[in-house]
């Protein structure tokens, strides 16, 4: 397997092309075929993507039994962004989590059995990818993330500055405060971030983010499974997307608990660290993830 | 002696089940290898191998009683096959996961295609308890 840009590759035609069903996305097993379009040719038609002001934009929400929120966050993602299509992937909840976003006005994702963040979000993208969006953006389906900020992430990436984007509650913006444990743990992940990644994150945790064509095709094919925020940044800058992160507002939840909590933070911590550490974080492949 | 004949009626019978299991195909070609050569093995030491001969090897290595080194023979074989049936688990986990995101790709609901716009005009739309939507319990 060579380095040589599969993520451009990936990038079948850029907008003008018709992306339609299953163009440029490999079968989940290793030996995909490759097909040869030439990564020069690959980057100009990104650059002509990234010159469309009017690109075609899918938000992705993960939901595993959000009935309590899911309505409402979708109600606000619709009145902040109405030209963007809106996708719920309804990661095997068993409450009314699909129907409620049905009827909100959510295309509907319903996974049969519950696959976890990673498997969830990832669903998502290879929508976005099947259905020929440019630009995909994933809003948490419980209410943190407010959706009058997705047009900040969306302006990097549409102005040609970022392959992705981070919505940061470190950088001035909000009135978020995390408890003290949970503080020292996502320095940590930052500094290890940044060994592995190259770049800088104050907010590596964040679910809150953007990511263009290229990032759509590299996460449809690999994706860490269980806690993939933090992996997939440096899956992202590994293999040469630009990320930036935006500041951004964020409110505590309104309904269920997060998933990474007490106990299990502990144990969260232990097991990004040791992916970060010695995980196959390199190219576009991970140790836990799909691939 | 009668260890002798316990440890060989242990391996043949261990032998006749993976052939069987394998004529009835529920080992895969790959998987049956491993279990036809384990037991294979198993019934070659247990019919030749001469007691002074573990002895000495277990010397060797440096394990004074050669039963201990036997046992620890028997742990790393059992842990090489554990590790690479985690590794298969694994491979097979992640098929799962692509299998399980093909199916709600398939199934996708999106409200704004015209079959759903007519759908949702229809008189006898069903209400929420019985929409096909909701969740299985």
């Known amino acids: ?291 | 002696m009668k260890s002798f004949a316990l440890a060989m009626v242990l391996s043949v019978s261990f032998l006749i089940g993976s052939v069987v299991a394998m004529r009835r195909q529920r080992l895969r070609e790959q998987t049956a290898m491993l279990w036809l050569s384990a037991s294979l093995f198993m019934v070659v030491v247990s019919a030749t191998l001469p007691a002074h001969l573990i002895d000495r090897v277990s010397l060797l290595v440096g394990v004074a009683y050669s039963p201990a080194f036997l046992l620890l023979l028997a742990v790393l074989f059992l842990m090489i096959l554990v590790f690479h049936l985690a590794l298969s688990l694994d491979r097979l986990s992640a098929k799962q996961i692509a299998l399980v995101q093909e199916i709600g790709l398939l199934t996708a609901r999106d409200p704004k295609t015209p079959d759903e716009a007519a759908a949702d005009q229809s008189p006898e739309r069903p209400s929420e308890g019985s929409d096909p939507l909701s969740p299985r319990h």
């Open chain 1, 1 to 291: 397997m060579t380095r040589s840009g599969r993520v451009e590759r990936a990038i079948p035609g850029g907008a003008d092309a018709t992306v339609g069903a299953d163009v440029g996305e490999r079968s989940p097993n290793r030996a995909g075929v490759h097909d040869g379009i030439p990564a020069h040719e690959a980057r100009a038609s990104q650059a002509k993507l990234q010159a469309l002001e009017h690109a075609r934009v899918c938000i992705v929400i993960p939901a595993f039994n959000e009935a309590g929120s899911i309505a409402r966050v979708i109600q606000r993602v619709i009145a902040a962004v109405p030209e963007a299509h809106v996708v719920v992937v309804n990661d095997g909840s068993r409450d009314a989590t699909a129907a409620r976003a049905f009827q909100a006005g959510a295309a509907v994702i319903t996974l049969p059995v519950n696959l976890g963040i990673g498997g969830a979000v990832q669903c998502g993208y290879r929508y976005a990818l099947r259905q020929g969006y440019d630009i995909a953006i994933q809003v948490d389906g419980d209410d943190q993330h407010d959706p009058s900020e997705i047009e900040r992430l969306l302006e990097p990436i549409r102005a040609g500055r970022a392959d992705m984007t981070i919505g940061s509650r470190w950088l001035g913006r909000g009135d978020y405060i995390a408890p003290v444990g949970r503080r020292f743990g996502m320095r940590l992940l930052a500094t290890l971030v940044r060994w592995r990644a190259g770049n800088t994150f104050t907010d590596t945790t964040s679910g809150f983010r953007a990511v263009g064509l290229g990032g759509i095709a590299l996460f449809a094919r690999t994706y860490p499974t269980d806690f993939p925020e933090v992996e997939s940044l440096v899956l992202a800058s590994r293999n040469g997307l630009r990320l930036e992160e935006v500041p951004v507002r964020m409110t505590p939840r309104l309904h269920g608990r997060s998933s990474i909590a007490g106990i299990r933070s502990a144990y969260y911590m232990a097991r990004v660290t040791v992916a970060l550490l010695i995980g196959g974080l390199n190219r576009d492949g991970l140790g836990s993830g799909t691939d």
